[in-house]
């Protein structure tokens, strides 16, 4: 949403698709444009522009597409919306028009941009976006049935269905008709809303307000509200349904929380999963007791023994795997188009530009490094080569990993290149991965806010052990400095520093495995 200069304020149908998530933030907003009581927050996102670069490249090659398919072609720079409507015949193909409507409901003002309005046989239009996936599809289908409401109230023809094309330039369409409904709930809540706060009666306190929040890190204005709170979203892994019970029997901080016996937990929460209740007590607790320790060392507790003890042991061979990756990467030709679908390098999106392992024997680091996909398979084959010789000498060892990437790495591998299908299979096959993510969380409770390897490694890592390079986001950065680097050494330098880095996480992999065996002999 934004103010115009005549204090009006217009609406996007993203803020119905934040709303969906985080009706607070949407009504903070806008009371933040009317009021001016607060400033508008900001999230540092250091990947937003370089994938904000890759959707633009994505667009120019769809719109191309679209233009070379067109018997006629209607431009769209003016943000005057009747400069179009009037070419939009059913025979004439609309490029990224501007559509602006009131809605009828709502009775207020809607504007939203398109990629193109493709006609269709029965003198009518698809809508047309160009998305680099096909993540957050509820929150898209519901904006795409808002603006197909607005290409309608403009005296035009739509289809049901809305095209979405992929990186990889698949098409994938959204029946809109199921989103309708979801669509006119969304709308009338947030007139609702946008009425409470005309009229004063809107409580946007954030301890206090009735309307829901979300707690996603990567909502600007709940992360900026939870910063000064000690909220429940602060419990790790806290369910976002057992938060909303909670405050409604009054208990809306961590510590509060973390401080209840279980009698009173029972009380408070007689109908509720008591299971999970005590996880996120446990959990809450442990966080407090770590704050208050001001201890280096989060506090621990073991919350299911059965699942470390069929954790495997440590055996010669056992690999200790982690990836490094551009999601933004792509190698399209300039000027190409977008085709249904994109072969090879001309549809991918993405690099694995560093594959490391650290060989459980000997703690040694192996590393192979890509610049472009034609290195990445050489990496890739390589990597296949260590792995096979490393399995035949030790048919049963394992390859940990932390968390779900490397699993999903090395899926798109197999099938980008062609390579290493027969051993990948092979160690599925016989359960040869083991993901230490999903053993911690199913044994282990930690006093942190997180549970990422950098949350967690504390336990077992000395808290200099990292340095340079902080995190994943931080190493994509760096990998689009070194292709772009002028100077050589420069160059060399930050290659080396991804490299630290992904050594450093490898390591971390191993010790966490030794950590969770050592857990075991403990006497809680």
Request: hydrophobic share 40%; net charge negative.
């Amino acid at each position: 949403m934004r103010l115009e200069p005549d204090d009006q304020v217009i609406w996007a149908p993203r803020d119905l698709g934040t709303w969906d998530r985080c009706p607070w933030a949407v009504v903070r907003h806008y009371a933040s444009l009317t009021t001016g009581l607060w400033p508008v927050p900001e999230l540092d996102e250091p990947l937003r522009d370089v994938m904000g670069h890759a959707l633009v490249d994505h667009r120019q090659r769809v719109l191309k597409t679209v233009r070379a398919h067109a018997s006629a072609v209607v431009e769209c720079e003016s943000h005057d919306t009747t400069e179009w409507t009037g070419h939009a015949d059913g025979s004439s193909t609309i490029i990224q028009p501007l559509i602006r409507w009131v809605d009828p409901d709502g009775g207020f003002t809607l504007e939203a941009r398109v990629d193109a309005l493709v006609p269709t046989s029965h003198s009518s239009y698809n809508i047309c976006l160009a998305r680099l996936g096909t993540s957050s599809m509820r929150r898209r289908s519901l904006e795409l049935a808002g603006i197909r409401q607005g290409v309608a109230s403009l005296g035009i023809a739509v289809e049901d269905t809305a095209v979405i094309v992929a990186a990889d330039c698949t098409k994938h369409s959204v029946e809109l008709d199921a989103w309708e409904e979801l669509w006119r709930e969304r709308v009338t809540a947030l007139a609702e809303g946008i009425e409470q706060v005309d009229s004063g009666e809107a409580d946007l306190a954030w301890s206090t307000t009735g309307f829901d929040q979300c707690g996603r890190e990567a909502c600007p204005w709940c992360q900026d509200a939870l910063a000064s709170h000690d909220d429940l979203f602060h419990v790790a892994r806290l369910r976002r349904s057992l938060r909303a019970e909670l405050r409604r029997r009054g208990v809306t901080d961590m510590t509060s929380f973390a401080e209840m016996s279980q009698d009173e937990l029972r009380k408070t929460l007689p109908d509720s999963d008591q299971d999970a209740i005590r996880r996120a007590h446990v959990q809450a607790t442990l966080q407090v007791l770590t704050t208050r320790s001001h201890s280096p060392v989060p506090a621990t507790e073991i919350i299911d023994a059965t699942r470390l003890d069929a954790l495997p042991e440590t055996q010669p061979g056992d690999i200790y795997l982690d990836f490094e990756a551009d999601p933004s990467y792509r190698q399209w030709p300039e000027g190409a188009t977008c085709e249904n679908p994109a072969s090879g390098p001309e549809g991918w999106l993405g690099i694995d530009y560093l594959i490391g392992v650290v060989d459980g024997d000997t703690g040694e680091y192996i590393h192979w490094w890509a610049d472009d996909y034609a290195t990445e398979r050489e990496a890739w084959a390589a990597c296949v080569d260590w792995m096979q010789a490393r399995f035949r000498n030790h048919p049963s060892a394992h390859i940990f990993h932390y968390a779900s990437y490397e699993r999903t790495a090395i899926n798109r591998l197999v099938t980008r290149h062609q390579v290493g299908s027969a051993l990948v299979a092979r160690l599925e096959d016989s359960g040869q991965f083991v993901d230490l993510y999903r053993e911690v969380m199913g044994s282990v409770a930690v006093g942190t806010a997180g549970y990422s390897l950098k949350d967690i490694e504390a336990l077992y890592l000395d808290g200099s052990a990292r340095g340079g390079i902080a995190q994943g986001a931080d190493s994509v950065l760096a990998f689009e400095d070194y292709l772009g680097a002028a100077d050589r050494d420069e160059a060399k330098t930050l290659r080396q520093a991804i490299i630290d880095y992904n050594a450093i996480d490898c390591r971390s992999t191993r010790q966490l495995h030794h950590w969770l065996l050592a857990q075991r002999d403990r006497d809680y």
